[in-house]
């Protein structure tokens, strides 16, 4: 059974970069069958997908947020990352990260797997 | 990207079928058949109800089902139960190899 556990600081100063790590458990984030994403909620408010990689390292991201992302992988700790720079208050809120599997005829199944969350505030 | 458009609220009697479209253009929903659709109780995750359009992972409800016209797909959920209250957001890939959610639907069962 596979597991994400998103961490990292609750609390960011405006202007200062966010940065949240996934860890993946129970499977491995090298498989090729898998993207591994990020996607955010603010309060109140509706899903925005952020961004995607592939264990390869090639990425993705949401056009209205691309010259301020990163999101890389870490294959030796199983683990896949997100930096957002430049964070304002309107990047307050949930950060999830998620698995969108693609089966052997290379269809994608959704995001079938996501992390608890984790709230990210950003103030001074 | 725009967002889909989904309406921002239904509802239902235990036991009735409901219906949330979900709406985008050719170059998102009506162009690939990467539809899914979660679902999100207050506080916690969302859950995968459904991928490429109508089909179901395993263990969820067979009262959930999916389909697509042109560039609006919908969920149907059948013998609404208390425990379908919820918000559903639909989700699609894109011509700009992303994905775009909607804007959320919050389905009261009355």
């Known amino acids: 059974q596979v597991q994400l556990q998103e961490s990292g600081p609750g609390l960011v100063k405006p202007s200062e970069t966010l940065s949240l790590t996934c860890t993946v458990s129970g499977g491995s984030v090298s498989s090729g069958s898998y993207y591994w994403s990020w996607i955010r909620q603010p309060p109140g408010k509706g899903l925005e997908w952020i961004g995607y990689?592939?264990?390869?390292?090639?990425?993705n991201y949401n056009p209205s947020l691309k010259s301020r992302v990163t999101i890389s992988v870490d294959t030796s700790k199983n683990q896949f990352s997100l930096k957002l720079s430049s964070v304002t208050a309107a990047d307050t809120a949930v950060y999830y990260c998620?698995?969108?599997?693609?089966?052997?005829?290379?269809?994608?199944?959704?995001?079938?797997?996501w992390g608890q969350g984790t709230t990210v505030t950003v103030s001074s | 990207q725009s967002a889909l458009t989904q309406p921002a609220s239904v509802s239902g009697s235990p036991g009735q079928s409901i219906t949330i479209s979900c709406t985008g253009t050719?170059?998102?929903?009506?162009?690939?058949?990467?539809v899914s659709w979660y679902q999100q109780h207050p506080g916690k995750a969302p859950k995968l109800m459904i991928y490429?359009?109508?089909k179901r992972p395993s263990g969820v409800s067979n009262r959930f089902s999916g389909s697509k016209s042109g560039n609006t797909a919908s969920l149907t959920i059948s013998g609404l139960q208390a425990e379908d209250e919820a918000d559903y957001y639909c989700?699609?890939?894109?011509?700009?190899?992303?994905?775009?959610f909607g804007g959320g639907t919050k389905l009261t069962v009355l």
């Open positions: 998620a698995r969108v599997t693609q089966d052997s005829s290379g269809y994608y199944m959704g995001m079938d797997v």
């Open positions: 050719s170059s998102d929903v009506g162009g690939y058949n990467y």
């Open positions: 990689i592939y264990y390869s390292g090639s990425t």
């Open positions: 989700s699609s890939y894109t011509s700009s190899s992303t994905w775009v």
């Open positions: 490429d359009v109508s």
